[in-house]
């Protein structure tokens, strides 16, 4: 992809511009932001901070000038610097702890990867963690490759009626505007694959996406030499029916190992981030057949090399499909597994309920050597939800937890980031993952903390208030759609914030089940509370619709005065002022339906406390003094009774814990005992729940493993 053909070249002392802004590492390291920023602040905010779209819209004359410019030299030198050093994986963590793995690789397949907004193929939470996954990998040296589809239409946006419906918009990606390019084989030509389906064969196309040291490969079927419907098949991110869905992940999965060895990359070990990638299995067990492999055998090689993660506790977020729809579209998959074909379904076949299907998360639990949950208590849910291992008690079923992380460098905040190289030093980034470390937020002068803690709730509201302006005059929306948006919203008022995904495990009601106490909470004289809502319910889901109607309606009811908001069209952008920004961070999902959750984690490395069920990765972050628990007390089958319960602990923490430690100031309006919290927020979350943690549990626990037990099988020294 020759993006720029058109325009006239770079300045020759600034031509690796083009270089740093289609590589994302710019994305989460300060150097890299500061050059796109100094070059031109005005396009740096009218691109939404995509610097590919900048270089086309960017004077030439503007370009000429920084090429002159002494001071944007500097910086632009300290980025490219900084990026050679990166590429180059010169002394990173892996190769000081791992050298006998020299040479070898992770392929991490995931159906969404959430790294910027200029690249929306991105739903939520599992992307988000596939994002950050990668980023700590380029950070670590570790030899990851992703694998995810290319999404033209990207995942949609969001708009709201006025009566609060959620409607969707697909928006066509404009692919010179985005930091991909073509992925070419050995010889240099473009990466095509045929992935057969049905009695056809469909041709998927591949981009890369350089991400620092990793390199993510995606998958796209919108070639003419397909027919128009194998066109739309990677059109948009969890669209269409379950036929269009099995297809996908046939795509992702069979599709995804035959270019990794197009592009002549053989990894060693395969990571699957949910049952999406199951199909992986099926081309790797064809390939060892056609090698001379038994079943047995291939499928024995395939469990040593092969790491599994499940991040849902809810049967119905398992894909699952009738086996004659897997057979219909496999049709052209068997190859030379022939009789060895059922064998291959059995390793799918489940009842969740609904009759034997086949399901993809059981496929990956059978084929995998290596299975975990994504916290310690999802852990638990798992090893009893999946009773596929006869004869083997729940405690010993081979289901491991690797609770999940955040990266540190992207969801920091930079006021924040500038106070730890202050006090912490100015590598307190490459000490992250060192609990006695962050002791050190404790010598924090809590002026300094609650005056950048101050900063960051006003650019929110900032932010929350031109997004208004922005509906009201560009997008001539009516003047309630505008005031549900939160211009009312009180600048020094304690915040509340609740963003994700609107479905009804998730009770984004529960604040409201009283709705006069709750009034009263949030318009109390000199002490006001408010709390901000934003997220997307799934385009088929209409009950998680009808929550987020409701919770839009609140915002509109006089009784609530203006302190309750909803930001419409949440996507990483909105995120990141939102878990920088608000005081608390509240979460109260039907327990145990959380496997994980990571914005708690995002929020409180920023200092913002956690409020929350004892669910997902709670339930062993709360320390007693680093946020609230929220616990009824309730535990029964009666709904309601436990909502009941659990809204009016949440109360009672806002009445008697929350609110009066927020407004407890001094004779200089700093509040000791709030910014105490905040202090064990930041000291026992970070390090515990950070990426650098997870990837390295990874590797320890999983890839290294994996990796070694590949060497041994391919007859290769796995010796230091």
């Known amino acids: 992809m ?3 053909s058109t325009l006239p070249p770079l300045p020759d002392r600034i031509r690796r511009l083009e270089e740093l802004a289609v590589d994302l590492w710019w994305s989460w390291h300060p150097e890299g932001r500061a050059v796109f920023r100094r070059l031109d602040y005005d396009a740096w905010r009218a691109t939404a901070h995509n610097p590919v779209r900048m270089l086309w819209v960017i004077p030439r004359a503007r370009l000429e000038a920084a090429a002159n410019d002494p001071a944007f030299l500097v910086l632009y030198d300290s980025a490219i610097a900084a990026l050679d050093e990166a590429r180059a994986a010169h002394n990173t963590w892996w190769a000081r702890n791992l050298p006998h793995l020299s040479g070898q690789s992770i392929a991490y397949f995931s159906a969404e990867f959430a790294l910027h907004q200029s690249l929306p193929i991105y739903a939520g939470g599992l992307g988000v963690l596939a994002g950050d996954h ?44 985005a930091p991909i390019e073509q992925a070419t084989t050995p010889d240099g030509l473009p990466c095509l694959t045929p992935v057969p389906l049905d009695d056809r064969s469909v041709i998927v196309a591949v981009w890369r996406v350089r991400v620092g040291r990793v390199q993510l490969y995606l998958l796209d079927t919108n070639l003419e030499e397909n027919a128009p419907w194998d066109r739309e098949l990677s059109a948009r991110l969890y669209g269409g029916d379950r036929e ?19 592009l002549g990359i053989e990894p060693g070990a395969f990571h699957l981030n949910e049952g999406h990638a199951g199909f992986v299995v099926l081309q790797r067990i064809r390939e060892m057949i056609d090698r001379g492999s038994t079943f047995d055998d291939a499928l024995a090689e395939i469990r040593q090399t092969t ?9 119905a977020g398992h894909d699952a499909f009738p086996f004659h729809l897997v057979e219909k579209h496999l ?31 059981a496929l990956a639990l059978r084929s995998a050597g290596s299975v975990n949950a994504v916290s310690k208590l999802h852990g638990h849910v798992t090893r009893a939800m999946w009773n596929i291992w006869p004869g083997v008690p729940e405690p010993e079923r081979p289901v491991t937890s690797v609770t999940n992380g955040v990266h540190m460098p992207t969801w920091i905040a930079p006021d924040l980031a500038e106070l730890f190289a202050r006090y912490l030093g100015p590598d307190w980034l490459e000490r992250q993952d060192n609990p006695t470390f962050w002791n050190g937020v404790l010598e924090i002068p809590d002026d300094e903390l609650w005056r950048v803690r101050q900063m960051l709730r006003r650019y929110l509201f900032a932010f929350v208030r031109e997004r208004s302006r922005q509906r ?18 009180d600048p020094d008022a304690l915040t509340l914030g609740f963003a994700r995904r609107f479905a009804g495990y998730k009770r984004s009601e529960l604040i409201f089940h009283d709705p006069e106490r709750l009034a009263r909470i949030l318009n109390a004289a000199g002490r006001p509370v408010q709390v901000i809502f934003a997220g997307k319910a799934h385009p088929a889901d209409d009950i998680g619709k009808h929550h987020l109607q409701r919770v839009y309606k609140h915002a509109l009811d006089p009784l609530f005065a203006g302190r309750v908001a909803f930001v419409d069209d949440y996507d990483l952008h909105v995120a990141h002022f939102l878990v920088q920004g608000c005081d608390v961070w509240l979460n109260n999902p039907r327990k145990p339906l959380e496997a994980s959750g990571t914005s708690g984690m995002k929020a409180a490395i920023n200092g913002v406390p956690h409020l929350s069920i004892g669910d997902g990765w709670w339930a062993e972050g709360f320390s007693g003094e680093n ?7 309730v535990i029964s089958d009666n709904n309601d009774a436990v909502d009941a319960a659990d809204s009016d602990a949440l109360y009672r923490l806002l009445e008697e814990e929350v609110v009066p430690a927020f407004y407890e100031r001094d004779a200089a309006q700093v509040p000791h005992r709030w910014v105490a919290t905040i202090k064990e927020a930041i000291r026992t979350v970070a390090p515990r729940f950070c990426a650098r943690r997870m990837v390295k549990e990874y590797v320890e626990r999983m890839y290294a493993p994996a990796l070694e037990r590949k060497a041994v099988v391919g007859g290769l020294s796995h010796e230091p």
């Open 2 to 4: 020759n993006r720029y």
């Open 134 to 177: 990668c980023k700590e990998a380029s950070d670590l040296g570790v030899p990851l490759i992703g694998v995810g589809f290319m999404y033209p239409q990207g995942y949609f946006h969001q708009h709201v009626s006025a009566e609060g419906w959620q409607e969707e918009t697909n928006e066509l990606l404009n692919w010179v505007d």
């Open 244 to 262: 269009t869905r099995i297809q996908q992940e046939i795509i992702l999965g069979i599709g995804g190992v035959r270019a990794l060895r197009a």
């Open 307 to 315: 790491v599994f993660t499940t991040h849902t506790p809810v049967a």
């Open 331 to 361: 049709a052209g998959c068997w190859g030379t597994l022939g009789s060895d074909r059922e064998r291959f379904l059995a390793l799918g076949s489940h009842d969740s309920g609904a009759g034997e299907q086949f399901n993809m998360t």
């Open 472 to 489: 009201w005059t560009v997008e001539r929306v009516g003047i309630p759609r505008v005031v549900a948006a939160g211009p009312l919203l």
């Open 627 to 633: 946020g609230w628990l929220i616990d009824g007390g």
